[in-house]
């Protein structure tokens, strides 16, 4: 942990990730006080150093605490409740862990996308870090939920208007993940061919020649997004788009 | 101004006005540390209170300094460089302003729209607040250029994905004063044809039986929004929007 720190701002990292069937969540263990505490779990996140502007922070934060380094990171929101840190466990958690004691931090959450692969799992697992379920989010820390829960409402509505889910799925993948993925998210159950009429009509969705290996059901085929054609049509549509 | 504040938050407030042809935003004077000193203008804002969340202080704030209550507000951005507050003149007026020495103050940005009518023109020139064009941003104080910079960015974006033009415009408008809005905001020339064009295809738009009054040119007919059937055709297409 970096020191000086400013004793009233934190960064709260919420990345979310998909291993192919359930939307998951980075949490961290937080340090127990003591032996008979129950577990809690929180976001990555730290008080700002003198030194550094939150974009800094926040990077920073999210590789020592996970090993992740180097991924897209924007500002979520600003939590500034003057009572949420309210219990003493957290208050006793903060003098512990920062050496200080503060009745007020306001947080500035940020938002992150990652295609849980082996390499990530491997990353998150060495920097004591899980994914954690977001249907399943027990014993979270401070308002850490309502922070994960601001962050799936931004997720929601990025995935209605933009091609995020690319971020989330393995470069190829089958219409029944991204149905999973849209399902996850969305939190409501698709038709399947509604589903498959509407996704095959983007010029930008390319059909593979190849399938599933080794599934016990009938392998599907592999698709990629062709990020390119995407944006040459948004470009077009771009030359006067009113609303 | 209520005490006590918190030394290193504040809030900064971008408020933008149409008034029919230029895209302004309001901004109050700086008060002069002495009489030579050049007249600087910035953005409303203020330390935040210890007992206030952000947004109960982006409201206060906003009405304390230029009159203008309940509107609409959310946040932007947060600007946390470390040397956001490095010149002589912006650290005495601090001290001089708030009786504090500080080296750092992370500054959450909010962002509204309203249409600049007569009543909000009393309002505003009553709580000594100016409507500065934003083409002609001169003198502003601290970093608040970049702020309202990152403001309309957001408007330029939220214009092209939502009817936000109508929160700016009179209730009713001609087809003339919407183009002028696109234009000063995404800072382009448009085809009047083709917008027209494009923009009598609304079924949300709805022709007056009423002209313009008292203007030299062919009075133009006045388009009112219908919001109600805007929404009833975004929950159609949102059964199930993918992106």
Partial sequence: MQAPIN???SVDIVVFGFDGTRLKVLLIERQKLNEK???EYKLPGSMISEKEDLDTSAHNTLQNLTGLKNIYLEQLYVFSNP???SSDEDKQWIEHTYGISTNRIVTVSYFSLVKI???ILKTTIQGMAFWCDVQELKHVSFDHKEIILKGLERLKSRMQTTP???ELLPKKFTIKQLQNLYEAILGIDIDNRNFRKKILKYPYLIQLNEREAKV??????FYQFDIHAYRQEQRKLK???IF
């Fill in 7 to 9: 004793p009233s701002i």
């Fill in 37 to 39: 505490a129950t577990t």
């Fill in 83 to 85: 009572n949420r840190i």
């Fill in 117 to 119: 692969n082996l390499s």
């Fill in 164 to 166: 995020v889910a690319f």
């Fill in 216 to 221: 016990s059901h009938k392998p599907a085929i």
């Fill in 239 to 241: 030359k006067l788009k």
